[in-house]
């Protein structure tokens, strides 16, 4: 892991990210009704730093994921990789920077095809990229196996032998196979037991120090998250709410992420801890609030809370929240 407050020369810088769904038909036949997935987000990861994201359900981050990855356009804003603007790339422009950018998904058996072994699941990204002849190839996947705590007999079976934990291994040796920069681990734990996500915690993180790799984390988790990352960055509704780095969370101060501070189970069945509960739902990315996207949920909101968006801006060294009173939050 990185040490707070080394300077990191950027992988991936993006900016002012936006990403809208149009609402097909609706209710009435309403036209131009859209999903605001992604709003304005700007953000960048260090390279060989983990950035862990965190949020509720459905408040975009892996479409965030999605777009700095290109497998989605974005609406508007910039994504930067390793120095060069890709948010306009062509497909045929962009071929060569995929090798550098790979996924690891939520689900690791519906994203391993069934019908091919899992030494076909690891070669295949280098058969599309014409990386090595077939020995080099073969080599090389009962490397990927070994490196993921796998026998090289694995490469001759299918998804379907294997447990939970197995099969997310083979995805991740999948997502190794080309030696990416960037890696983007999308819920990668959150499939499997908990007797099993330390050991791919733990895999994920041997990986880095062995490669150098860079990872966005993406969980709802933020036990886990904490364990893995270097800095956190709190979503919601499609926004950035704080970022911060990692052992600072508890020092972490606007009221959304002291509230899912608060739901993070305690192992000791003795210990007491004030649970902050929001009240009300969720809004609809479909009709967001004016002001803060928070307000409707937040105990300590005013009117320039319903009425102005907060400004993201730093509020102590590699701190920053968006939140019109988040130094008066330290007295609460």
Excluded at 50 to 72: F, N, P
Excluded at 127 to 150: D, F, N, P, Y
Aim: glycine share 8%; charged share 20%.
């Amino acid at each position: 892991m990185l040490l707070s407050g080394v300077v990191m020369e950027k992988l991936v810088d993006i900016q002012n990210l936006v990403k809208h769904f149009p609402v097909e038909g609706g209710w009435f036949g309403s036209k131009g009704v859209k999903v605001h997935a992604v709003n304005g987000v700007s953000l960048h990861i260090g390279k060989g730093e983990t950035l862990g994201l965190v949020g509720e359900s459905g408040c975009g981050k892996s479409t965030l994921g999605l777009l700095i990855l290109r497998l989605m356009d974005a609406d508007n804003g910039k994504i930067i990789f390793d120095g060069a603007d890709i948010t306009q790339m062509s497909q045929k422009m962009l071929r060569p920077l995929r090798r550098q950018m790979q996924v690891i998904f939520q689900d690791p058996f519906a994203s391993l095809n069934p019908r091919m072994t899992v030494g076909e699941i690891i070669e295949e990204p280098l058969i599309v990229h014409h990386m090595g002849t077939k020995g080099e190839r073969i080599s090389q996947v009962a490397e990927l196996l070994r490196l993921v705590g796998l026998p090289s007999d694995a490469a001759g079976r299918y998804p379907h032998e294997f447990s939970g934990g197995q099969r997310q291994r083979v995805g991740i040796a999948r997502a190794l196979a080309l030696k990416p920069k960037l890696v983007i681990a999308d819920e990668p734990v959150s499939a499997l037991d908990v007797s099993i996500r330390g050991e791919i915690i733990n895999l994920l993180s041997d990986l880095q120090e062995k490669f150098g790799l860079t990872y966005l984390f993406i969980s709802h988790d933020l036990t886990v998250v904490e364990h893995i990352s270097n800095r956190i960055a709190v979503m919601y509704l499609g926004k950035i709410m704080e970022l911060f780095p990692a052992p600072s969370i508890s020092e972490a101060l606007h009221p959304y992420t002291q509230a899912l501070i608060s739901a993070v189970p305690i192992p000791d069945p003795r210990a007491k801890k004030q649970r902050i509960i929001l009240e009300g739902d969720v809004p609809s990315p479909i009709s967001m609030p004016k002001g803060c996207p928070f307000h409707p949920r937040c105990k300590y909101a005013k009117d320039i809370c319903r009425n102005t968006e907060p400004a993201y801006e730093s509020y102590r060294d590699e701190c920053f929240a968006a939140c019109h009173f988040i130094r008066e939050m330290r007295c609460l």
